[in-house]
């Protein structure tokens, strides 16, 4: 069973930045392709990055491409979302989540065994 802690969101203004951290345990982390989701008051949960267990592929929702960056730090058990030029759209509520195996279904919320708790990101105009 593998648990899932995220950390790092806050309010910030349009054009600022934020790490957001996802922190795992109870498991392999360096087994888990990882993802992020977000989910904004009143609308479906959807897909934001995901990283392969050995960083040798990273997808990106095409809303957030170029502005943000995911990364993995097996060592450290920890994936990240580097979040630049942040829009007042990106208001959302972050989720981190782990998967055995994605393949080719990445962006599927599905697809994903385990989730984290949320942490909000708030981007003011």
């Known amino acids: 069973q593998v648990q899932l802690v995220e950390s790092g969101g806050g309010s910030v203004q349009a054009g600022g930045s934020l790490r957001l951290s996802c922190a795992a345990s109870g498991g392999t982390f360096s087994r888990y392709d990882m993802a992020w989701f977000r989910q904004a008051p009143g609308k479906e949960r959807e897909f934001v990055a995901a990283i392969r267990r050995n960083s040798d592929g990273t997808y990106y929702t095409d809303s957030v491409k170029g502005r943000f960056t995911i990364s993995r730090d097996n060592a450290k058990n920890t994936v990240y979302l580097q979040m630049n030029s942040l829009k007042p759209e990106d208001t959302a509520n972050y989720y981190c989540?782990?998967?055995?195996?994605?393949?080719?279904?990445?962006?599927?919320?599905?697809?994903?065994?385990?989730w984290g708790q949320g942490t909000q990101v708030t981007v003011s105009s």
């Open positions: 989540a782990a998967a055995t195996w994605i393949g080719t279904w990445y962006s599927d919320r599905t697809e994903y065994d385990y």
